[in-house]
Structures are given as structure tokens and as C-alpha cells.
């Protein structure tokens, strides 16, 4: 029986290192598939193998299923696993001799993946860019950023289901995406630029090829994520669930106000106007001078027909921020709005002496909205000579007020800006 034993033991030993060599001569003559059928072949000696066989093991079987680039998801996440496997059990073991290397293949893993992953998102491919970054993040779990990349890249397929996943891993995480930039101005050009890291920058200062060097913190990508993951839970009627998620996020950053504004959406795509315009006054209590606020409350005013409103928030945008061209635009719009029901009351009136007298007062009252609408139409085309839209409509209103002459002028500009878009 000790016999029979010993021969069965050495019998294991020799099929384990025949199994393992045909594996290494597959991946020396690049023969993938024949070094992926030996690692299956050997996988199954593997519970009689000994520590060292099977750290070797592991590290020509990820080897194998990596195929330099060209494997199957599922094979490059069973080498992933493998590598794993391996560094757990070196560890273990006290003894990297395949630790070293696997880091290196993991590297190159990253690179062949990162590489693919920005393909897939430059050509749209926003599916496979989402699983693409993912082996990126799970090959290197410390580079969350490309987390976040596989979480947008799903949102904008849109695979609504795999972004709250991401989303979720990432808020479990405490991601927030928050980064050091390093500017300094380029002595030669003028120009501020933005440096990889602060050492670069700190050189290039010192070498005098730039000079003002600053710091600045990237935004917080929190409120953003919560945003997504409330917004994904309403698309599939889980508006408690949103709620919660919003309120879980504000409770830990109450003065947030990316936080606030998230919760605000979350409340206009459910639907609840009034909890939306609440807590868009709150933000624009924190935040007075951010013009962008009080645009949307104008907007908001606007949908709800309350124009004396909506032009009150645009009024104080553009004092904040004199060059807000939609808020502009927006004033106009606001203003014009009245003009059909001039025009339908023109239309209805008959022929009779109070008729035309009707007539040319409600004719008087348009004139006055156009004149109060023109100096607002003209300031957002001043702003933006390619306003196609403001030039069309003061090109009507001039028509319609006899400028002949503003109106050939404004004409012109509208062919020319048509001629443009359509590449002529």
C-alpha cells in the first residue's frame, strides 16, 4: 500500500509539472488558446499542488487568459482573479517571487484596458466603454476615478440599471472625486496652464518657463453622484428611495450647495414644482450673487405664467452677470409672449368706426411690447452674433414696426448666419 501510495503522490507530481510546462511552452510560442486549455487541465491537480506550484500556477493561467490584450471579459476577470489568488497566497507565503511580476502584468493589464475603455467612449460606444472602465477600477481598486468614468459612460448608453450599481459603489466608497490642480502662467505665451502634478509645476517656476504658481480643488463629484443615484431611483418609481438618498447626503453636508440643488431636481422630475421652487429660494439664500439660480427660478416663473415674476429673476442674473445671454433672451421672450393675444383681439375686430378705434389701440400696444422687447433681443445678439433666433425675431419686429431699413440690415445678418450653419 506504501508502495502503491508513493506511486500515485510522484504519479500527481509529474502530471502537475507536465500540465504547468505545457502552459509556459504555449505562452513562449504565443499559442494562447492551447495555454488556456492547459491551465484548465491543470486547474483541476491544483488542491494536491504544494504553495509554490500553485503561486506559478496562478501566474501562467492569468497569463493564459489574458492573452496579451486579446481575451474575453470573462477570461480577463478570471485573471484577474488568478492574480489575486496569487498575491493572497505569496503573502501568505512570505515569498513574492511571482508578486513582482503579476503587479507588472497587472500594469500593462491597466494600459491595454484604460486604452480600449477611451476608445469605446471617442467612438459612442458608451456599453462597452462602462465595462471597459470597470476591469480598469477592479485591476486597480485605489483609481476610483475610473469608477466614476464606467458610471457615466452606463448613464449615457443609457443602462440605467448598471450606473446605480457604480453609483452606489462609488457613494459606499466615500468617492468624491475632489482634486489638486496646479496652474502657473507661461512666462512666453501669457497663457495659465494646468500641470500634472505640483512637482512639474513647482520645476517649470523654478526654471522661470512660468511664473504665478496657484492651487485650486477640483468641485466635489458627491452631490453629482447622489444626484444620479436619486434621479435613476425615480425613472424606475422608486421616489422614497431617492428621497432617502438625498436626504442621507444632505444630512452629512448640510451647506452643500451642488447637494441642495440635486435634491431641487429630483423634486421637478417627480413632479412637485412647489417643493423644487422651496428649495431653489434656500439656494439662492446661500448662494445670492449666483446668476445661474436666479435664471431657473425665472424659468420656473415662466412655466407658471407668471411673467412679472420670471422677469424679476432674469433682471437679477444679468445684474449679476451683465453677459447672461439666455437670461436676455429669456426677458424678451417673457415680454413677447403677450403679443398673441394682441394679435388675436386685432383679428376678431370687424369694420365698424369703434372697431378700427379698438383697432389702433391694440395695434399701439403692440408697438410698445416690441419697443420694450427690442433693447433686450439687441443685447443678446451684441453678446452672441451667432443668436440666429434673437436676429429672426428682431428682423419680424422690425417688419412689423415699417424700419425698412433695420429690417433689410437685420435680414442680411439672418441669410448670412443660415448660410454658415448649413456650410456654405
Excluded: W
Aim: no cysteine; net charge negative.
Amino acid at each position: 500500500m506504501t508502495i502503491v501510495l508513493v506511486m500515485a503522490v510522484t504519479s500527481f507530481s509529474f502530471a502537475q509539472k507536465n500540465e504547468i510546462k505545457a502552459i509556459e511552452k504555449a505562452l513562449k510560442n504565443s499559442n494562447y488558446a492551447d495555454a488556456k486549455s492547459a491551465a484548465s487541465a491543470a486547474q483541476g491537480l491544483i488542491g494536491n499542488m504544494d504553495d509554490k506550484s500553485k503561486a506559478k500556477f496562478y501566474y501562467l493561467k492569468a497569463q493564459a487568459l489574458y492573452a496579451n490584450g486579446n481575451g474575453s471579459d470573462a477570461d480577463i476577470d478570471e485573471a484577474i482573479t488568478s492574480l489575486e489568488n496569487l498575491k493572497d497566497l505569496e503573502s501568505k507565503m512570505g515569498k513574492l517571487k511571482y508578486t513582482q511580476k503579476a503587479n507588472e502584468m497587472t500594469t500593462g493589464m491597466v494600459n491595454t484596458f484604460l486604452t480600449k475603455a477611451n476608445e469605446a467612449f471617442t467612438k459612442k460606444d458608451y456599453k462597452v466603454a462602462a465595462k471597459r472602465f470597470e476591469k480598469v477600477y477592479r485591476m486597480s481598486p485605489k483609481d476610483t476615478l475610473y469608477l466614476y468614468y464606467a458610471a457615466s459612460s452606463a448613464v449615457s448608453e443609457p443602462d440605467y440599471e448598471t450606473a446605480l450599481d457604480y453609483y452606489i459603489e462609488l457613494k459606499n466608497l466615500g468617492y468624491n472625486g475632489a482634486e489638486m490642480n496646479y496652474y502657473a502662467t507661461n512666462v512666453e505665451t501669457g497663457e495659465e496652464e494646468n500641470f500634472s502634478d505640483k512637482a512639474s509645476r513647482d520645476f517649470s517656476v523654478k526654471a522661470k518657463l512660468h511664473k504665478l504658481p496657484r492651487e485650486k480643488k477640483s468641485a466635489s463629484k458627491t452631490a453629482e453622484i447622489v444626484k444620479n443615484i436619486a434621479l435613476i431611483y425615480v425613472s424606475q418609481g422608486e421616489n422614497e428611495k431617492a428621497l432617502g438618498a438625498m436626504a442621507d447626503a444632505r444630512k452629512e453636508n448640510p451647506d452643500d450647495i451642488g447637494l441642495l440643488l440635486s435634491e431641487a431636481n429630483v423634486y421637478l422630475k417627480m413632479g412637485n414644482r412647489e417643493r423644487f421652487k422651496e428649495l431653489m429660494e434656500e439656494a439662492t439664500e446661500k448662494d445670492p450673487n449666483n446668476a445661474e439660480l436666479q435664471y431657473n427660478l425665472g424659468v420656473l416663473a415662466a412655466e407658471g405664467g407668471n411673467s412679472e415674476e420670471a422677469i424679476k429673476y432674469y433682471e437679477k442674473a444679468v445684474a449679476i452677470n451683465p453677459n447672461y445671454v439666455d437670461a436676455y433672451t429669456n426677458i424678451a421672450v417673457v415680454i413677447l409672449d403677450g403679443e398673441a393675444k394682441i394679435v388675436e383681439e386685432m383679428n376678431a375686430l370687424g369694420t365698424s368706426k369703434a372697431d378700427n378705434i379698438k383697432y389702433d389701440e391694440l395695434k399701439e400696444k403692440r408697438t410698445k411690447v416690441y419697443e420694450k422687447a427690442i433693447p433686450y433681443l439687441e443685447k443678446a445678439l451684441e453678446l452672441k452674433n451667432t443668436n440666429i433666433d434673437a436676429a429672426r425675431t428682431l428682423m419680424n419686429i422690425y417688419s412689423a414696426l415699417g424700419e425698412t431699413a433695420k429690417f433689410k440690415e437685420m435680414r442680411t445678418k439672418v441669410e448670412a448666419m443660415e448660410a454658415s450653419a448649413n456650410g456654405n
